[in-house]
């Protein structure tokens, strides 16, 4: 199984970000996908969540109005727009898969900065 994230990269505040999972190895209409982040020396938080039918998404208070998860199980990929990033945004983005079993990615790095 792999998660593979891309999209990452260094951005002005204010700015928007497309992140991409692509998963191979699995049932992906299976998994519950989801989006985290990890900023140095903090713990890694939830950011947003999305249903194997992509029908409901949750998202952490910190990002709602600001990011959107979807998915295309088609093409086994999760998507995370983020728009009106901030410098606190910064951070390293994880996509996580959850059936029976649970599989992270390797993460991509966010870097918000002037």
């Known amino acids: 199984v792999q998660l593979v994230e891309s999209g990452g990269g260094l951005v002005q505040p204010g700015g928007s970000l497309r992140l991409s999972c692509v998963a191979s190895?699995?049932?992906?209409?299976?998994?519950?996908m989801s989006w985290y982040r990890q900023a140095p020396g903090k713990e890694r938080e939830l950011v947003a969540s999305i249903t194997s039918g992509g029908d409901s998404a949750n998202y952490s208070d910190s990002v709602k109005g600001r990011f959107t998860i979807s998915r295309d199980n088609a093409k086994n990929t999760v998507y995370l727009q983020m728009n009106s990033l901030k410098p606190e945004d910064t951070a390293v983005y994880y996509c996580?898969?959850?059936?029976?079993?649970?599989?992270w990615g390797q993460g991509t790095q966010v870097t918000v900065s002037s």
């Open positions: 996580y898969a959850v059936c029976v079993h649970t599989y």
């Open positions: 190895g699995l049932t992906f209409r299976w998994y519950r």
